[in-house]
T-cell receptor, first 113, second 115 residues
Framework: GDSVTQMEGPVTLSEEAFLTINCTYT??????LFWYVQYPGEGLQLLLK?????DKGSNKGFEATYRKETTSFHLEKGSVQVSDSAVYFC????????????FGTGTKLQVIP | EAGVTQFPSHSVIEKGQTVTLRCDPI?????LYWYRRVMGKEIKFLLH????????ESGMPNNRFLAERTGGTYSTLKVQPAELEDSGVYFC?????????????FGEGSWLTVV
């Protein structure tokens, strides 16, 4: 079945540091890939998405590129801020059959001033 | 346009009691999903409605959980009787169609604590 593996946290960075959160997936067919974010006390928000190979999703300074050859969708940001502290979830939506999003376990990011 | 709305946002109940969570999807979205995240774990799929029909309920943990979507609009998820391990965040989501380019939109979640 489909699965998503993302790096375990928590990840602690200083403000303005470079962020990478690794995500790899296993799926049949050609899934769409997503990063969702959950800020403290809030719900899930879609951060960015990519629907086909080599697509780059970007939002709020975050980027992720759909790499079919390595089945990866790593999240990056060049300079993190304290306000980026949250839990980040990598997810996929398979194109075959009925829609069902498969999530990774989530990576907690803490940015310190 | 209103997003996916969930009620209640927070609920604290005693073990053995009943709780009903409600989800209003985005207007016009035929697909409605329930997910759950228990403390520190991944977000797990519970079930998927297409209009009023249960398309996939493979993630429902046991028969204490009952989901309905009468009329294909809002949905309810009832937990009866609640157990301690049911504590977590219950997310509802909706989407317009089944093509891979469609985005699934999540609500803010219903935070359930069973004591």
């Amino acid at each position: 079945g489909d699965s998503v593996t993302q790096m375990e946290g928590p990840v602690t960075l200083s403000e303005e540091a470079f962020l990478t959160i690794n995500c790899t997936y296993t799926a049949t067919g050609y899934p769409s890939l997503f990063w969702y974010v959950q800020y403290p006390g809030e719900g899930l928000q879609l951060l960015l998405k990519a629907t086909k190979a080599d697509d780059k999703g970007s939002n709020k300074g975050f980027e992720a590129t759909y790499r079919k050859e390595t089945t990866s969708f790593h999240l990056e940001k060049g300079s993190v801020q304290v306000s980026d502290s949250a839990v980040y979830f990598c997810a996929l939506l398979n194109s075959g059959g009925y829609q069902k999003v498969t999530f990774g376990t989530g990576t907690k990011l803490q940015v310190i001033p | 346009e209103a997003g996916v709305t969930q009620f209640p946002s927070h609920s604290v109940i005693e073990k053995g009691q009943t709780v009903t969570l409600r989800c209003d999807p985005i207007s016009g979205h035929d697909n409605l999903y329930w997910y759950r995240r228990v403390m520190g774990k991944e977000i797990k799929f519970l079930l998927h409605f297409v209009k009023e029909s249960k398309q996939d309920e493979s993630g429902m943990p046991n028969n204490r959980f009952l989901a309905e979507r009468t009329g294909g609009t809002y949905s309810t998820l009832k937990v009866q009787p609640a157990e301690l391990e049911d504590s977590g965040v219950y997310f509802c989501a909706s989407s317009a169609g089944t093509r891979s380019g469609n985005t699934i939109y999540f609500g803010e979640g219903s935070w359930l604590t069973v004591v």
